[in-house]
């Protein structure tokens, strides 16, 4: 059975920082790319950021510079370090695991990050 567990969301002043975890169980981990995704309530789903099998990532425009997206492979966690947080990060956060070698297309159940100015 696949889980993916999120943490780290909370309330933060505009300017703080949060570490969002993801902690990932039923796959290989290793093997997996690994994307952040939010949603604000009336907005689509959009990609925040993502790590691929060997460590390269990308960003959206409006997060690049202030988030970092990591993982562990050995404790099969990804990261997301959010710093210098705008009021408009307030999202519900999810984490993402995707092979199409392996067939993975899973979504955890979101952690909510509220910023306030």
């Known amino acids: 059975q696949v889980q993916l567990v999120e943490s780290g969301g909370g309330l933060v002043q505009a300017g703080g920082s949060l570490r969002l975890s993801c902690a990932a169980s039923?796959?290989?981990?290793?093997?997996?790319?690994m994307d952040w995704y939010r949603q604000a309530p009336g907005n689509q789903r959009e990609l925040v950021a993502l790590?691929?099998?060997?460590?390269?990532?990308n960003y959206a425009d409006s997060v690049k510079g202030r988030f970092t997206i990591s993982r562990d492979n050995a404790k099969n966690t990804v990261y997301l370090q959010m710093n210098s947080l705008k009021p408009e990060d307030t999202a519900v956060y999810l984490c993402?695991?995707?092979?199409?070698?392996?067939?993975?297309?899973?979504w955890g159940q979101g952690t909510q990050v509220t910023v306030s100015s």
């Open positions: 039923g796959i290989i981990f290793s093997r997996a790319i």
């Open positions: 790590i691929t099998l060997g460590g390269s990532t």
């Open positions: 993402h695991v995707r092979s199409a070698t392996l067939g993975y297309d899973y």
